[in-house]
């Protein structure tokens, strides 16, 4: 079974900065996407950024970047410029190819101080 | 961009009494959705996937006679905690694919109580 790791249960960044969230997963498919979805306190999961496994380059959602390794089962999520309205809940996901599942990790509960 | 709504927000029911979740998406049709619960401070667990004109498929561990789901049409799914308990007392999430592959979208959550 696919496993989803994030190893930072708490990050916190200062404002105007950048943070890196860590995210590893598990899978011996070739055909999957992976996905960092953000939880602020309302508890409304909402789409970060999305990467399609067969895709080469990294994401990039305005702000948001990743560093998808594939041989190294890595998925990192990037944030530029830590605004106030970026403290959430982060959490990744994994989705196998054949499948409507998503897997998640645990999260990250990020922190940015003003 | 695609919305699945869910309803109620946030309910309080007394042990014993069963209550009704709906999850619907409002501007695609869903022919499979997704039930999670979520406790305090703790990631998704995937309970069961609704399938539309069929039975839901459970996950290992969730108990199908306490959790009864009903998916009647392609934008509607019905969970309803049957006989609740306090120790049923959680955040329930619904979502949806709209397209394989694209994005899955996310009810607003349910705050169940039970007292």
């Known amino acids: 079974a696919q496993t989803v790791t994030q190893s930072q249960p708490e990050m916190s960044v200062q404002e105007a900065e950048t943070v890196t969230l860590s995210c590893t997963y598990d899978t011996s498919e070739s055909d999957y996407y992976l996905f960092w979805y953000k939880q602020p306190p309302s508890r409304q999961m909402i789409l970060v950024i999305r990467q399609e496994a067969y895709k080469q380059q990294n994401a990039t959602e305005n702000r948001f970047s990743v560093n998808f390794q594939k041989a190294a089962k890595s998925f990192s999520l990037k944030i530029s410029d830590s605004q106030l309205g970026d403290a959430a809940m982060y959490f990744c996901a994994y989705r196998s190819g054949g499948s409507e599942k998503l897997v998640f990790g645990k999260g990250t509960k990020l922190t940015v101080n003003p | 961009g695609a919305v699945v709504s869910q309803h109620p927000s946030w309910v309080i029911c007394k042990s014993g009494t069963s209550v009704k979740i709906e999850c619907r998406s409002l501007?695609?049709?869903?022919?499979?959705m997704f039930w999670y619960r979520q406790f305090p401070k703790q990631s998704l667990m995937l309970m069961a996937t609704s399938n539309e004109g069929s039975k839901a498929t459970y996950e290992q561990g969730v108990e199908k006679d306490k959790f009864l789901i009903n998916h009647a049409s392609l934008t509607l799914s019905t969970l309803t905690v049957t006989s609740a308990h306090p120790e049923d007392s959680s955040f329930y999430i619904c979502?949806?694919?709209?397209?394989?592959?694209?994005?899955?979208?996310f009810g607003q959550g349910t705050r169940l109580t039970v007292v």
């Open positions: 979502s949806a694919w709209q397209g394989l592959g694209t994005e899955a979208f």
């Open positions: 501007d695609f049709q869903a022919t499979t």
